[in-house]
């Protein structure tokens, strides 16, 4: 088998001279766009955005979409000709199939690799190694350990929780002057505004160095972890704005994740990752994010920014 480090190449033009062809698969989802908009930015790289659902050439971004099925190996073959490197946010657990996460990204390993593609930019998870009972944290290793098998060079990011989600309701709950918490106050886990995290994917695509080849890269803030009590006072003291904690218990996750997966994988997964929170492991570990990316942002940057895009402060 071929070991990654002897096929690593720095990203700079494409075998014929032009930019490197960018594709990213999840181009549609909330962070996937936020990735796309990055791309379509750089001069440097020629982006194409993969989705289930006919889309038009985007003019304004130059941004050629293409259709693609993670479930359907064919036209994976098909969007990967002449791909340089691929970019994968994409997953099914959220709202449709934890499959998707498994066999998907099964699937986009093998293309990419009957395509030689030069680098796989992989959206994975902090700390997911520890996480098996996690089925979509899980899934993220099996993935990554594909991707290293496969023998095409790779960039694993890795984040930790999202500050803000599509549906922000932890915005909702700070307007209406609450914060509600997991579990309990003090155990700490790391976090990242996805405007940031989809800046650091990108620039992961774009970077010519052979340095950035072949790294998991976990992102971050620069102070650390943070509890839910300290993310409601900084937040508190931000807006200005007293903030009752309201917090749900441990006990509750740990009496309803296994009758809750009768109905719902969704439910039983997302009960599963926050009694992994409880663990005190889900916290990212910056050195090499400030290596590739910069300094990475501060609590209070990031939740500055994000108070502002939801029109708080
Ligand atoms: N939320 C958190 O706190 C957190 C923390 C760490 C990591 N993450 C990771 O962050 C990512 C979230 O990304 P997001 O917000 O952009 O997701 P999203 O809004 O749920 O969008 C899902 C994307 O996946 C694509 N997709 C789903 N099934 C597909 C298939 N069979 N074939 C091709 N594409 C498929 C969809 O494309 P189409 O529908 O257009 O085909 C869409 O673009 C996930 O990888 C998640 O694991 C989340």
């Known amino acids: 088998m071929t070991k990654p480090q002897d096929i690593a190449q720095p990203v700079g033009k494409g075998q014929s001279g032009e930019p490197k062809k960018v594709l990213l698969v999840g181009a549609t989802g909330f962070l996937g766009a936020k990735i796309l908009a990055n791309l379509a930015q750089d001069t440097s790289v020629k982006v194409s955005a993969m989705s289930r659902k006919d889309r038009p050439f985007d003019a304004a971004t130059c941004v ?46 093998d293309a990419a690799k009957r395509a030689g593609v030069g680098r796989f930019v992989f959206l994975s998870i902090v700390a997911c190694e520890k996480a098996v009972d996690v089925p979509h944290f899980h899934a993220k290793k099996v993935a990554e350990d594909l991707i290293v098998e496969s023998g095409v060079p790779y960039i694993f990011v890795r984040a930790p929780a999202f500050l803000d989600q599509s549906a922000d ?21 790391s976090y990242v505004l996805t405007d940031d995290l989809a800046a650091n994917l990108a620039s992961a695509a774009s970077n010519p160095g052979a340095e950035i080849v072949n790294q998991t890269i976990d992102i971050g803030w620069r102070d650390g972890p943070k509890s839910q009590e300290e993310l409601a006072r900084i937040i508190s003291h931000l807006l200005n704005k007293p903030l009752s904690i309201w ?17 719902s994988e969704l439910g039983f997964d997302l009960m599963q990752m926050f009694l992994f929170f409880r663990k005190g ?9 400030e290596q590739f990316f910069g300094p990475a942002p501060t609590s209070r940057d990031a939740i500055a920014r994000w108070a502002k895009a939801n029109s708080l402060i």
């Open 247 to 263: 917090t749900v218990p441990w006990i509750v996750f740990r009496l309803l994740a296994r009758p809750v997966r009768l109905f």
């Open 64 to 109: 050629e979409w293409v259709r693609g099925d993670l479930m359907d190996p064919a036209s994976l073959d098909k969007v990967l000709a002449g791909v340089d490197v691929v970019v994968s946010s994409a997953n099914g657990y959220m709202k449709e199939s934890i499959e998707t996460d498994f066999q998907g990204n099964r699937n986009l390993v």
């Open 281 to 289: 492991e889900f916290v990212s570990e910056i050195s090499r994010q």
């Open 169 to 189: 309701y932890v915005a909702d709950a700070v307007k209406a002057g609450r914060f509600y918490a997991v579990g309990d106050k003090t155990t700490r886990w």
